[in-house]
C-alpha cells in the first residue's frame, strides 16, 4: 500500500508542475507555504461523505465521511504535498490573489434568457445584476470553500 506522501509526489510528477509554476521556493519552508491562505474546497460526494481539495495545489485532495475529519485530513493531505514538492525542487503556487478580481465580468446569454432574467428582476422587484448575483451566489452553494 502507498503512503499518502508518495501518491502526492506522483500525482505532482504527472502533472508537471514545473511548466505550470512560478516562484523560488528553495528560500521558503514548509511553515511558509502552510501559512498561506490556499483555497480549500469541500463538496459532498455522493456516498455521503466529503470530497476536499486545495485549487491551487494540483492533486491534493483527500476525502472522509465527516467535515470535521475532511479539515483535518486536508491540512495532512496539504502538508504532506508542500514537503513533497519542497524535497523534489518543484516549484509551489501561490494563492489565487482576491485583488486579481474587480468583480465585474461580461456574461453573453440567450435572447430569451435575457428576457427570462429580467422579467423575473422586475417582478422582485430588484435590478437584473442583483437577481444575477443572488442565483449564482445560490449556485454556488454546492460546493464551500474555505
Not at 437584473?128 to 451566489?137: D, G, K, M, S
Request: net charge negative; hydrophobic share 45%; aromatic share 6%.
Amino acid at each position: 500500500m502507498m503512503l499518502m506522501r508518495e501518491m502526492m509526489l506522483m500525482l505532482m510528477l504527472m502533472l508537471d508542475l514545473l511548466s505550470v509554476c512560478e516562484g523560488d521556493d528553495m528560500k521558503r519552508d514548509i511553515a511558509y507555504y502552510m501559512a498561506l491562505p490556499y483555497r480549500e474546497i469541500i463538496e459532498a460526494d455522493a456516498a455521503g461523505g466529503y470530497v476536499g481539495y486545495v485549487a491551487e495545489l494540483k492533486g491534493c485532495i483527500t476525502q472522509a465521511e465527516t467535515k470535521a475529519e475532511l479539515l483535518e485530513l486536508l491540512e495532512d493531505a496539504k502538508r504532506c504535498w508542500l514537503e513533497a514538492a519542497l524535497e523534489e525542487g518543484l516549484t509551489i503556487p501561490k494563492p489565487q490573489s482576491e485583488e486579481n478580481f474587480s468583480g465585474k465580468f461580461n456574461l453573453r446569454l440567450p435572447k430569451s434568457l435575457h428576457r427570462e432574467l429580467a422579467l423575473s428582476a422586475k417582478a422582485e422587484g430588484v435590478s437584473l445584476n442583483q437577481l444575477a448575483v443572488c442565483l449564482i451566489a445560490s449556485g454556488l452553494k454546492t460546493s464551500a470553500v474555505r
